[in-house]
């Protein structure tokens, strides 16, 4: 029998034979009939192009490993299967290139994917769970037994991983991962026109699509996800049904599409996504950004982050790289994104002593000496940069170099005071990095009163650090700053750095909290008031994929009002999660205020929220967060907005060592007040610890006995701190 093909139908095949004519019984005609129809079949699949031939399972289920000895995150078991992953598969290969598909899930480290002794590649370093190939050479299986090997190349602390559903194709990548075609258009509707945006490829297992091709000079391709600066983007994918997110990061909605696409389709689809968060009056920066090209690390290119930033809807990027001056403008006008952002030089100032972004930096000037092991050393350094304004204190909790700036050995919390002695040279803060999250979300937080109530005029930042196109995007966490936005391409990015400096701004996390004192005075004022109690307006905005659940007022750092959000509460569509009003007395000498809003991580894969950079414990629980900056409360009226340290320093100088007296009047003060009074007269000689300061402090008001007993708990905490080092 010899088996044709119909040129141009694959599926019409003629049979052609040779047979006698002598006649037949019926019964045998029918089972010959039968007979004939089975090998029919069994010639049509042996001589079926190999696009058409199912991939063979050769694992199904996930497989749980650990690199390292103890358990990473709790929602993994306490055992793991094994810290490696070592497979035997038969095959009979053909003479082309084959594929290997695995499912992975949280890998954070290095794990290498070896083929019979011999390298393949590597697990993507991303903790979201998604679909990754591997293009296997012509040779390179073997006939007969095969061994596939999964295995940590790292030595670095312990990594729960989870990897499964390997599939092995007999066909190259291309052809594998362009079995369909989709394009796929994003329109604004607030303005009418196409825009740049964010895509995200979900499968039907839950996991991120690895994509065929799409590459394209205004595009950023990672697996699940197509950045495109113009709103269009055309990729292929296997045949199969997936969910399909457009979005522009934190101020717009999210528009949503499930698709089934078959193999040879071609599909076009059109989604609409338009402004929900209203930020008028505000420009939404990310002062921490970073590339591949310049930081040597990550996988972003220089060319790939302008259009992620047009993507992400960031108006004042940072260029923030790693001792260097980078401008971003030119390239920006080459891929024609300029209209969507200013690009701002900076620099990440990369010391043993900590990390600092600084801006903005006039061009062609020389960074600055990263070389000094103290603050003065480095912030004199600093400070000799042209047209500098900001200077930020990155991630102040994270250990780099073996210091943690915000530590205990290094700094008391409560009362922001550094324990070597060093003026805190910068004026500004990450309360939120979003690719180096805390275990405790609000640590930074209340890292950042107590700063401020030690008198140090510091605003509080949210970033995203982001070296990546799809790990740790840009703009998650970001910085609105209060000045005029109306054309995103030409801000004034001195004005913007003074205001930013000022504390005219909101940190964002998937959240922007507004306050608003007497309904006229914003963060960054200084406000004036002499009635016996004060408004205070607190407005929580996010687009509708995000949820707040709780709202809060500070007062010096002490919470003074809280509230609970209900659902109901929610405006869908309109961008407001809360509009909450309090009355509260007239504080009796000057106060800051600050108001929070937090509500749960997003776990779905078009916004996922990290789990913690460098935890503390391995509850693996994320948390949005939304602070404003400080208003200043001038309650004696002085014209002045007076910390609370330096109402302590008046008070301890009154009393001048009476303890009985100053503790009788810390009675009228609160907290933070007390705290500041505390750490000046025990700071020098221990003074809080003898026989008769603790018979005194016993017999003092409750609240000024339990701030002092606070105050020696963080000292005592510091105390142990430095002992450890």
Not at 16 to 42: D, F, K, Y
Not at 193 to 205: D, Y
Not at 227 to 251: H, M, N, V, W
Not at 550 to 558: D, E, I, K, P, W
Request: hydrophobic letters at 35%; aromatic letters at 6%; a positive charge.
């Amino acid at each position: 029998m010899t088996l044709h093909r119909q040129p141009g139908d694959p599926s019409k095949r003629v049979a052609r034979h040779h047979t006698t004519t002598r006649s037949v019984p019926s019964h045998q005609r029918a089972q010959r009939s039968r007979c004939g129809a089975l090998l029919w079949v069994a010639l049509l699949t042996l001589h079926l192009p190999a696009a058409d031939v199912a991939p063979r399972l050769l694992l199904e289920s996930m497989r749980h490993l650990r690199s390292g000895p103890t358990r990473e995150w709790s929602d993994f078991p306490e055992l793991a299967q094994s810290d490696h992953l070592e497979l035997h598969f038969a095959a009979s290969p053909g003479g082309t290139s084959s594929t290997l598909s695995v499912r992975q899930q949280d890998v954070k480290q290095n794990w290498s994917v070896r083929l019979n002794g011999k390298p393949l590649g590597k697990l993507r370093q991303n903790e979201n769970a998604m679909r990754v190939y591997f293009e296997v050479p012509a040779g390179r299986l073997r006939r007969g037994d095969n061994t596939l090997h999964i295995a940590s190349t790292s030595r670095r602390g312990s990594d729960d991983i989870r990897v499964g559903a390997i599939a092995l194709y007999e066909r190259s990548l291309d052809r594998v991962l362009n079995e369909t075609t989709l394009q796929v258009d994003v329109v604004d509707t607030t303005r009418g026109e196409p825009t740049p945006c964010r895509l995200t490829i979900v499968n039907a297992a839950g996991a991120l699509q690895s994509l065929g091709a799409a590459a394209g000079p205004q595009r950023a391709v990672r697996p699940g996800i197509v950045y495109t600066a113009t709103g269009r983007a055309q990729f292929g994918l296997p045949a199969g049904k997936y969910t399909i997110y457009a979005g522009r990061g934190f101020e717009y909605s999210l528009a949503t599409a499930q698709l089934s696409l078959r193999r040879g389709e071609q599909r076009q689809l059109t989604l609409n996504i338009r402004r929900e968060v209203d930020t008028t009056g505000y420009v939404a920066c990310d002062p921490h950004v970073h590339s591949r090209t310049h930081s040597g690390h990550g996988d972003a290119t220089v060319q790939e982050r302008m259009i992620t930033l047009a993507g992400e809807g960031i108006e004042l990027p940072i260029a923030t790289d790693h001792n260097r001056h980078v401008d971003h403008a030119p390239l920006a006008r080459q891929l024609n994104v300029q209209s969507y952002f200013t690009p701002v030089i900076g620099n990440e100032v990369t010391t043993a002593v900590g990390h600092f972004n600084i801006f903005p930096v006039a061009a062609g000037s020389p960074p600055p000496d990263h070389r000094g092991t103290h603050w003065p050393d480095v912030f004199r350094a600093i400070r000799r940069v042209p047209g500098l304004q900001v200077i930020i204190l990155n991630h102040g909790r994270d250990l780099h170099s073996g210091v943690r700036p915000l530590g205990p050995a290094w700094h008391n919390a409560l009362v922001g005071e550094n324990l070597r002695g060093w003026e805190i040279g910068f004026n500004a803060m990450e309360i939120v990095n979003s690719a180096a999250t805390q275990s405790d979300p609000l640590q930074l937080f209340h890292d950042w009163l107590g700063l401020l109530n030690r008198g140090w005029r510091v605003a509080p930042i949210g970033s995203s650090d982001s070296h990546d196109v799809g790990r740790h995007f840009v703009g998650q966490g970001r910085t609105y700053i209060r000045c005029p936005d109306g054309a995103a391409g030409k801000i004034d990015i001195t004005a913007a750095a003074r205001q930013l400096t000022a504390g005219r701004v909101l940190m964002s996390y998937g959240l922007l909290t507004e306050l608003t004192v007497a309904q006229k005075y914003l963060p960054g004022d200084r406000a004036s008031l002499d009635t016996p109690t004060i408004r205070v307006d607190v407005r929580v905005r996010g687009p509708h994929w995000v949820r707040a659940d709780r709202v809060a007022l500070f007062a010096n750092g002490q919470l003074c009002r809280e509230h609970q959000i209900a659902a109901d509460e929610t405006m869908p569509g309109a961008g407001i999660l809360c509009q909450q009003t309090w009355e509260i007395p007239r504080p009796g000498h000057d106060v800051h205020l600050v108001a929070l809003a937090t509500g749960p991580g997003i776990r779905p894969l078009y916004w996922p929220t990290a789990k913690p950079y460098q935890p503390t414990s391995n509850d693996p629980t994320t948390t949005l967060v939304g602070c404003s900056g400080a208003i200043w409360l001038d309650v004696d009226g002085d014209g002045q907005s007076t910390s609370a340290y330096s109402i302590a320093q008046k008070l301890v100088a009154a009393a001048d060592g009476d303890l009985q007296r100053l503790l009788a009047t810390l009675a009228d003060y609160d907290a933070a007040v007390v705290a500041q009074a505390a750490h000046q007269l025990h700071r020098a000689d221990e003074l809080l610890l003898t026989t008769d300061a603790q018979r005194a402090i016993r017999a003092a008001a409750p609240a000024t006995r339990d701030a002092i007993g606070r105050y020696l708990q963080a000292w005592r905490e510091t105390e142990l701190a430095r002992r450890d080092r």
